[in-house]
C-alpha cells in the first residue's frame, strides 16, 4: 500500500506507540489525525499531525473523529485503534474487578465502537483499513494477568469475527500484537523486565512496514528484536 497521501486516524495517539504511529505515518507523506480524551496531550503534537478530543469508550465522540476527518479530508484510509489502559500483575483475589471493568471499557469497547464508526465511513466510501492494536497477552494466559489477557481475548476475539464481515480486499481488517513496549503505560508499577521491552518506534516500523506491502498480513505478531 502506498502511504503518501493516505488519510490516517490513530485513537490513543499522542504518547507510547500511538506517538510513535503518528510519526511514522507523516515521515510517509500521510495525513495524520489522533485523538485522545486528554486535551492537554493534543496541545504538543508534530506540525502536520492534527489532533481531537475524543474517549473511546463513548462512541458519540469517536463518530465526531470520523465525521471532523471526512470534513477535512474527504475520505479515511486508514483507522488505527490503538488506544489501551494496563493494570498491575496481581493474582485474582488481589486484582482490583472494578478497575477492570474500566480496562474492559478501553481495551475492548474501545476497538469496537472505533471499528464500527470507521467501518460504516469506509462502506460508505468503499474501502479502507481498520487496525487493531491488541498484545500478545491475548495469545496466551499469563501468571497474574488474569484482568489485562481476559480484555485482550476479547478485543483478538472482535477483531477476527470482524474480519469475516468484511471482504478483505476493499475493505480490511487487520491485528497487531506487540509484545511489551516501553511506555508510560507502566508507570504505576513498572516490571521487572522492563528493560527488556522493544521501543516503541521499533514496533511503529514494523507496522508501517506491513502496511506497505502489496498484500498486508492480516495478523502480526511483534515480539523483542
Not at 469508550?57 to 489501551?84: H, M, P, S, Y
Not at 483499513?129 to 494477568?145: F, Q, R, W
Not at 508501517?208 to 515480539?223: A, S
Request: hydrophobic share 40%; net charge positive.
Amino acid at each position: 500500500m502506498e502511504l503518501k497521501g493516505k488519510v490516517i486516524v490513530i485513537t490513543g495517539g499522542t504518547k507510547g506507540l500511538g506517538k510513535a504511529l503518528s510519526l511514522a505515518f507523516l515521515k510517509n507523506g500521510s495525513k495524520v489525525t489522533v485523538c485522545s480524551r486528554n486535551e492537554d496531550e493534543l496541545k504538543n503534537l508534530r506540525n502536520g499531525i492534527i489532533g481531537i478530543k475524543a474517549d473511546v469508550t463513548r462512541e458519540e465522540e469517536l463518530q465526531k473523529v470520523v465525521d471532523l476527518t471526512k470534513e477535512k479530508f474527504g475520505k479515511l484510509d486508514i483507522w488505527i485503534n490503538n488506544a489501551g489502559i494496563w493494570l498491575p500483575h496481581l493474582p485474582i483475589e488481589k486484582t482490583d474487578w472494578k478497575r477492570t471493568h474500566d480496562l474492559i471499557e478501553v481495551n475492548l469497547f474501545g476497538t469496537v465502537y472505533g471499528s464500527k464508526v470507521a467501518l460504516a465511513q469506509m462502506r460508505k466510501q468503499g474501502f479502507g483499513s481498520i487496525v487493531n492494536i491488541i498484545s500478545t497477552s491475548a495469545l496466551e494466559g499469563k501468571i497474574n494477568e488474569t484482568a489485562y489477557c481476559s480484555s485482550k481475548f476479547a478485543a483478538m476475539g472482535f477483531t477476527k469475527s470482524l474480519m469475516k464481515e468484511v471482504d478483505g480486499k476493499n475493505i480490511r481488517v487487520m491485528a497487531v500484537y506487540p509484545g511489551g513496549m516501553r511506555t508510560d503505560l507502566f508507570n504505576e508499577d513498572m516490571p521487572k523486565n522492563y528493560n527488556e521491552f522493544m521501543n516503541p518506534d521499533y514496533v511503529a516500523d514494523k507496522i508501517v512496514e506491513n502496511l506497505k506491502k502489496n498484500i498486508p498480513e492480516d495478523e502480526l505478531i511483534i515480539r523483542r528484536q
